[in-house]
């Protein structure tokens, strides 16, 4: 309680100290470029943009003139706000449409504080439905109805996935009260690790986004690791164990395998570390603090709580018109599966890796962007203005290219050179700077001094390079590294927008993403080789999990670039988010990691006791198949709730992961897992001596190395109720 109610304080306006960025990587050019543009020519980087629209009257009417008088009154008298341009002081034809004109603001300070500025001016200001409509665009107010929409989206998918992890928790344990147990954890949980995230907001950026892994992973890491102890709990009271004994049993084999499926998914998430983006960065931790808190939870909060209640977990129960009779593991229907994989593997495996290389196919075919207004609902305020700004108005060329230098010190003649050098590039129609206005080579224009001074100021030069070329795409990539291939002769220049911005992102993805895989690789065979003292069976997860997961990407390909499902999904097309694969592929390798620990540690136990390979991949898949598909199919409803999202980036992440979670509770370790071990038979087991005796000394035992449990006590049929045990 103690605890519960200091992370409750600490976790007091979380999403207020949140970001909606953190895609760029903050030491590559193109984030220089932004930099030295907003130092330098602060009005060319308009950030805010109002659109009034008279549709009766016009664009020339007094009322919209009024109006725009107004907004320019109401932004010079806020801090930290100043009008740029408006078309009814300047009469720039750019800033014109037939029925409405545009008013471009420029908010100052960060991430955080200009998007609080943008918010006051949109509370006295917009006006969507008025006679004279007011509506807001551009990034701060991108940003604003992102942070919104996420803490709707976020109420929305919870009244969703508690409901009915409630209902699925009282049918697998039968009884309320046991069911409660779980929902207990993961409010500490969730509490926690929102704490954790307010507090590293302080000192770090911390995307918003993250809040969502908190509510899906924390409820589902809670309910998963709830069910292994208390479901291995009662198997130990039902075969005559005092309430006792069963906790220190129940403590010495599910905690333990508690303890390295954290250990797992926890170093899973820490490799986004590795990235520059802090939108990665912000999963770690969130990632991080979720597993701490679910695990200690499980190992210390739980068996107390248990301890508590005693007989009373079973109070509340529902039960059964006709009981049945306790099937032993092997007997049972993941039991009988694994008997199944186990003597016909090639008939089970073979259509299951097919359909796995079949879903991957569409991957091939990936394209790569950053998110922007396209992953708001189409009707959302922010995204209207923004297209409309594209589509309707010659203003504010957001996709252009932005080639910048502060410390210019080349000629005029050597600017006019560099200025036709880019405007014969590939894909460029014209190249705007204090030289004039280029297109093929040729200067065509001469601008008056008054907007060259625009381009100009002392030593730093700014140039304008303008093109047909959808900027997030691949196209868009040659233009950005054929625009910085031009020797500008004059000085160090840095070249920025959203072209340049896409290169910088994945050249820095795909530079940083073979240490990333490497790391998940070592953690992962070092948890699983002190584990099970095997060097095939990691080696085996590894493979299994990658594939499933290449196939994951490849269905999020085919629905989300591809389009396919967006009428019934309610989301637009565009290309992947180029950090979303990486994040994806880390949570669902991690959580894929912490059924393989359920799995293998229930037979590796077996096998100690046996010896016997057939009989141990029954009964550890007869007894861990219901924890781990039940498990499995509340976690995936955590995440399969995010599809009530309107932001199509948290869509396709809850989709991807819950997905990747079914199939792999499903078929792989139901299907895949049983039959490799079939094919490897005495291998599975098999390390070479030096490696037999690191884990003789360092390993991690499930087995209590003890007698045979004690037979169930027999009770009379006239006691089975009442209190008898």
């Not at 801090?79 to 002081?89: C, E, L």
């Not at 403590?251 to 990235?275: E, I, K, N, P």
């Not at 990333?516 to 070592?522: C, E, P, S």
């Not at 071990?677 to 003890?706: C, D, Q, T």
């Amino acid at each position: 309680m103690l605890f519960l109610l200091i992370t409750a304080a600490a976790s007091a306006g979380v999403l207020d100290n949140l970001k909606s960025g953190g895609f760029d990587d903050p030491g590559s050019d193109s984030v220089a470029a932004a930099e030295a543009l907003e130092r330098s020519f602060p009005d060319s980087q308009p950030n805010l943009v109002v659109l009034v629209k008279d549709a009766k009257g016009g664009v020339d009417s007094a009322a919209a003139r009024a109006k725009a008088g107004t907004i320019a009154t109401t932004v010079a008298g806020t801090d930290g706000a100043r009008v740029v341009a408006s078309y009814w002081s300047t009469g720039d034809a750019t800033l014109r449409a037939d029925d409405a004109g545009l008013v471009l603001v420029r908010v100052d300070g960060d991430e955080n504080a200009s998007m609080r500025t943008a918010e006051k001016l949109h509370e006295k200001l917009s006006d969507p439905k008025g006679a004279v409509a007011v509506s807001f665009g551009g990034i701060t107010a991108i940003n604003n109805d992102m942070n919104s929409q996420v803490e709707k989206d976020i109420i929305a998918a919870e009244t969703i996935a508690i409901p009915i992890t409630l209902l699925l928790l009282v049918l697998v344990f039968r009884g309320l009260v046991a069911a409660l147990l779980p929902m207990l954890l993961s409010v500490l949980t969730i509490v926690g690790a929102l704490a954790a995230v307010n507090i590293g907001a302080q000192f770090t950026s911390v995307s918003v986004f993250a809040v969502n892994l908190i509510t899906a992973l924390g409820l589902g890491l809670s309910v998963d690791y709830s069910l292994l102890i208390v479901t291995r709990y009662r198997e130990e009271r039902a075969a005559g164990r005092t309430n006792a004994e069963a906790l220190r049993i129940t403590r010495a084999t599910a905690g333990r395998t508690v303890a390295v499926s954290g250990g797992v998914v926890g170093a899973a998430l820490a490799t986004l570390f590795v990235f520059d983006q802090y939108f990665l960065r912000s999963f770690a931790l969130a990632g991080i603090a979720v597993v701490l808190f679910a695990v200690l939870g499980s190992l210390y909060v739980l068996p107390a709580t248990l301890v508590l209640l005693g007989d009373r977990i079973d109070k509340l129960a529902v039960k059964r018109r006709s009981p049945r009779p306790r099937r032993e593991p092997a007997q049972t229907f993941w039991g009988r599966m694994a008997g199944l994989a186990f003597k016909r593997p090639a008939l089970l495996a073979t259509p299951v890796i097919a359909l796995l290389l079949l879903m991957a196919v569409p991957f091939t075919n990936a394209q790569f962007g950053v998110p922007d207004e396209r992953v708001l609902p189409a009707a959302t305020e922010s995204r209207v203005v923004t297209e409309a700004v594209r589509d309707d108005f010659g203003a504010g060329d957001d996709r252009a290219l932005n080639v910048v230098s502060e410390d210019w010190t080349g000629t005029p003649a050597q600017l006019q050179r560099y200025s036709a050098a880019l405007s014969k590039v590939s894909g460029v129609t014209q190249v705007i700077g204090a030289a004039g206005v280029y297109k093929g080579g040729d200067r065509v224009t001469v601008l008056p001094d008054a907007v060259a001074a625009g381009y100009q100021k002392g030593d730093a030069v700014r140039i304008q390079v303008q093109s047909d070329v959808v900027p997030y795409s691949e196209k868009g990539g040659d233009l950005a590294r054929a625009v910085r291939a031009v020797d500008p002769a004059g000085g160090a220049v840095l070249v920025g927008g959203q072209a340049a911005q896409l290169v910088d992102i994945t050249h820095s993805i795909a530079g940083k993403l073979p240490l990333a895989i490497v790391l998940i690789a070592v953690f992962s065979l070092l948890f699983l080789f002190l584990l099970t003292g095997s060097v095939l069976m990691p080696l085996k997860a590894l493979v299994f999990n990658t594939l499933s997961l290449v196939g994951i990407l490849g269905v999020a390909v085919w629905i989300f670039q591809d389009g396919h499902l967006s009428g019934a999904l309610d989301f637009t097309a565009s290309p992947l988010a180029v950090s979303m694969p990486v994040l994806m592929f880390c949570i669902a390798f991690g959580l894929s990691m912490d059924y393989e620990v359920f799995l293998v540690a229930r037979i590796k136990e077996r096998y100690d006791r046996t010896g016997d390979p057939e009989g141990s991949v029954r009964e550890g898949l007869g007894a861990s198949g219901p924890v781990i598909t039940a498990a499995a199919a509340i976690l995936a409803v955590s995440f399969f709730s995010m599809l009530t999202s309107g932001v199509s980036l948290i869509k396709m992440y809850g989709l991807a992961t819950g997905l990747a979670i079914v199939i792999d509770a499903f078929l792989v370790r139901g299907v895949l897992v049983p039959a490799f071990m079939r094919a490897a038979g005495n291998y599975n087991w098999w390390a070479p001596a030096p490696l037999r005796a690191v884990h003789r000394r360092f390993g991690i035992k499930e087995s209590l190395e003890e007698e045979p449990p004690p037979a169930p006590v027999r009770v009379p049929e006239r006691e089975t109720t009442g209190t008898a045990r």
